[in-house]
């Protein structure tokens, strides 16, 4: 298994080890770090939505980015797009099994969200 590309310095009580970030993990921020990719998962979660409502429900998304986001996201093999024929042609998105997979890793970034990082308005625990 491949370890990945970025070498940590881990501190230990005898000495000094090298560990490497996992090929998992980096794959996962590669793709899942970019900007707009999390909130299109998060509003495919529920089900399929059409094209203009995930525009709508992602405030400051221009067509062209979510129409990149949704061509990375189908090609990781984790957004199906499906074209009604219409009229009028209409197309939807959907997640994968991969894709609904990460449902419960996502809700836990939500709480984890909630309790640990400070609001824009400034309210929060930090």
Do not use: N
Not at 62 to 84: K, N, P, Q, Y
Not at 91 to 110: F, H, I
Request: charged share 25%.
């Amino acid at each position: 298994m491949e370890s990945g590309r970025y070498p940590v310095r881990m501190a230990r009580h005898g000495g000094d080890a090298c560990k490497t970030v996992g090929a998992g993990i980096t794959r996962v921020f590669e793709l899942l770090g970019k900007r707009w990719t999390g909130l299109v998962i998060s509003v495919l979660m529920p089900g399929p939505v059409y094209f203009a409502d995930l525009r709508r429900a992602i405030p400051g998304i221009s067509e062209r980015m979510l129409s990149d986001r949704l061509g990375e996201l189908t090609a990781a093999g984790l957004v199906i797009r499906e074209v009604d024929e219409g009229p009028p042609l209409r197309v939807s998105y959907r997640l994968t099994e991969a894709g609904t997979a990460m449902d419960p890793a996502l809700k836990e970034l939500q709480v984890w969200a909630e309790s640990y990082l400070i609001t824009p308005t400034g309210d929060g625990p930090c």
